[in-house]
Every structure is written in C-alpha cells, then in structure tokens.
C-alpha cells in the first residue's frame, strides 16, 4: 500500500487542487471515509439478524401487530452503476412513510449506515437478508416495502406494515420458483393465500470495493477497473468525476467506495481490489457511510 501512495503522491496533490477547484466534490470530502464496524459476513448470519431483531422488538415495539407510524429520513441513495436517479424517486433527506420508513429505520439498524443503492429484481437475483424489496407492478401506484429477516431456500421472513391500519405485519412469502421474481404469500401453515406479487426493485447497503456498482464485491471490479484506468501504474490517479461526471452519477457514493483521491483500492499489474480478493476470502467488506453519523 505504501509503494501505492509513494507512486501517485505528486499526481494526487495535483489533481485534488484541480478538483477542489474545479470540480462538485471537495478535497476535504474526499479524505476523509467512513466505514460501518457491520461487514457483509457478519450481515449473513441468520443469527446476528435473530438478536437484532430481538432488539428492536424489546427497546423499539417493532412487533407484530404493534402500531407504528413514523417517518424516516432517507440518507444517500444510488441506483445500480451509481446513477443519480433512483427506481423510489428517493434520496438524501426525501422523508419516508408507511413500509418504505419501517423497512429503512430497520435497515439502517441493522447495516448502520444511511447510504444504499437500489437494484432491479431478476430472476435470477437472489435476496440476502436485510434487503428492502418494493414489490407492486406500478411505481406510481401502490407499492409496499418489505424488510427480509430471513432466508430459508425460496422462503423469506419478512416485516412490513400494513398501509392502511399501519399495523406491522410479520410474512412468509416464497419465490415461486429459482428463477422467478414473483412471490407466493403464505399462512402459518405454509398454504398459499395470495399469488403473482410482482418483485420490482430491492434496496442493499453500498459496499466498499463495488467499483462497478452492481451490489457484490468480486473479479467484475478488477475488470472494472482494468477498463475505466488502464494497466499501468503511471496512469494513476484518475479522479471520481473524471470517471463518473457527477451530474448523472452520485459520484460522491462512488468516492467512498473507490477510497479516492488517493485510490487506496490495492493496486497490481493483476487488478487486486480489496484485502479480501487479495487473500480469496469473500464477505469481509464493510458498507459505505457518507459522514460520520451515517
């Protein structure tokens, strides 16, 4: 890491005079990152969210059939690739009610951190615990937000709130098949009682080292990177908003993620990105937070 900064030292006071200067983000917004203590291993664990939960049941009455009417203030918000526009219509400071502020006040618990990205439902995506999935067919109609406590195969334990007598409401529903993005609602006794719920998009916590925006840490980034830089040392630094112009991309999101200006993403001629690549380990990344109080 060392022999990183001592290659593009020069080049980076450089460039963060040009871009304090110049550019949307400030050189004292981009030295300075914040990282939650939560890593994505840890997120994983069925029973770090069982404890969680368990918490928030005690100290915060989120319980079934518990009344709960709050709203909640968004933090930062990206779609997939860093786009500025979001699927909700939400971002930094848009007040949520109903499900969206239930499942984001869990959210933002459990990850602890505010900042997160949205993702089109495929069939083929799989739902981790913690996501907040928007299912309905239209974004400008009803939708609701259900918060997943638990994956089991094609099952998941889900809180939401019932729009209308805001009422929290704990579900089972269930993919109706691997490669489908409609869900089947069960009872207690694992009958189907309602059919073709339609998954629209998913809300997940940036991870650091996602340089390519898609949600996971993985050998896409290398490639990612190897695209957008090159493969020669000598071409580092390239700042954020010479990669993503900041007026479609929330540029800002994607700094924190990169460790720029400084590009503390390891470099080598191979493209290592983030400890954990290096050592072939998966699921040791932090999620992003966008200042100190989340």
Same mark, same amino acid.
């Given at each position: 890491?060392?022999?990183?900064?001592?290659?593009?030292?020069?080049?980076?006071?450089? +460039?963060?005079?040009?871009?304090?200067? +110049?550019?949307?983000?400030?050189?004292?917004?981009?030295?300075?990152?914040?990282?939650?203590?939560?890593?994505? +291993?840890?997120?994983?664990?069925?029973?770090?969210?069982?404890?969680?939960?368990?918490?928030? /049941?005690?100290?915060?009455?989120?319980?079934? !059939?518990?009344?709960?009417?709050?709203? *909640?203030?968004?933090?930062? *918000?990206?779609?997939?690739?860093?786009?500025?526009?979001?699927?909700?219509?939400?971002?930094?400071?848009?007040?949520?009610?109903?499900?969206? +502020?239930?499942?984001?006040?869990?959210? @933002? !618990?459990?990850?602890?951190?505010?900042?997160?990205?949205?993702? $089109?439902?495929?069939?083929?995506?799989? $739902?981790?615990?913690?996501?907040?999935?928007?299912?309905?067919?239209?974004?400008?109609?009803?939708?609701?937000?259900?918060?997943?406590?638990?994956?089991?195969?094609?099952?998941?334990?889900?809180?939401?709130?019932?729009?209308?007598?805001?009422?929290?409401?704990?579900?089972?529903?269930?993919?109706?098949? /691997?490669?489908?993005?409609?869900?089947?609602?069960?009872?207690?006794?694992?009958?189907? *009682?309602?059919?073709?719920?339609?998954?629209?998009?998913?809300?997940?916590?940036?991870?650091?080292?996602?340089?390519?925006?898609? !949600?996971?840490?993985?050998? /896409?980034?290398?490639?990612?990177?190897?695209?957008? $830089?090159?493969?020669?040392?000598?071409?580092?630094?390239?700042?954020?908003?010479?990669?993503?112009?900041?007026?479609?991309?929330?540029? @800002?999101?994607?700094?924190?993620?990169?460790?720029?200006?400084?590009?503390?993403?390891?470099?080598?001629?191979?493209?290592? *990105?983030?400890?954990?690549?290096?050592?072939?380990?998966?699921?040791?990344?932090?999620?992003?937070?966008?200042?100190?109080?989340?």
């Amino acid at each position: 890491m060392k022999s990183i900064k001592s290659r593009i030292a020069a080049a980076a006071v450089a +460039a963060t005079a040009v871009v304090s200067a +110049a550019q949307a983000i400030t050189a004292s917004a981009w030295e300075t990152f914040y990282y939650t203590t939560v890593t994505q +291993a840890y997120s994983q664990v069925p029973y770090n969210m069982g404890q969680f939960i368990k918490g928030a /049941s005690r100290y915060n009455n989120i319980n079934n !059939g518990a009344s709960w009417n709050k709203t *909640v203030t968004s933090g930062a *918000v990206c779609r997939s690739g860093y786009y500025k526009t979001t699927y909700s219509g939400n971002n930094n400071g848009t007040q949520l009610t109903g499900s969206q +502020a239930l499942a984001r006040e869990l959210a @933002e !618990g459990f990850f602890g951190t505010k900042t997160f990205m949205e993702k $089109i439902i495929y069939g083929s995506t799989a $739902i981790e615990q913690g996501d907040q999935i928007r299912i309905g067919t239209s974004r400008s109609g009803s939708q609701k937000t259900l918060f997943v406590a638990y994956v089991n195969g094609l099952e998941i334990d889900t809180y939401s709130l019932n729009n209308s007598t805001h009422k929290i409401e704990r579900t089972t529903y269930k993919k109706k098949n /691997s490669s489908s993005y409609y869900l089947q609602r069960l009872n207690e006794n694992g009958t189907v *009682v309602e059919d073709n719920i339609y998954m629209d998009f998913l809300i997940r916590p940036v991870k650091e080292y996602d340089l390519n925006g898609d !949600g996971v840490v993985n050998n /896409s980034d290398k490639t990612w990177l190897k695209n957008k $830089i090159g493969d020669q040392p000598s071409y580092y630094p390239v700042d954020v908003n010479t990669l993503l112009n900041p007026s479609t991309y929330s540029s @800002e999101i994607f700094a924190r993620v990169a460790h720029a200006n400084e590009w503390k993403v390891e470099y080598s001629t191979y493209y290592t *990105v983030g400890f954990c690549l290096a050592q072939g380990t998966a699921g040791d990344f932090r999620y992003v937070k966008m200042n100190a109080n989340g």
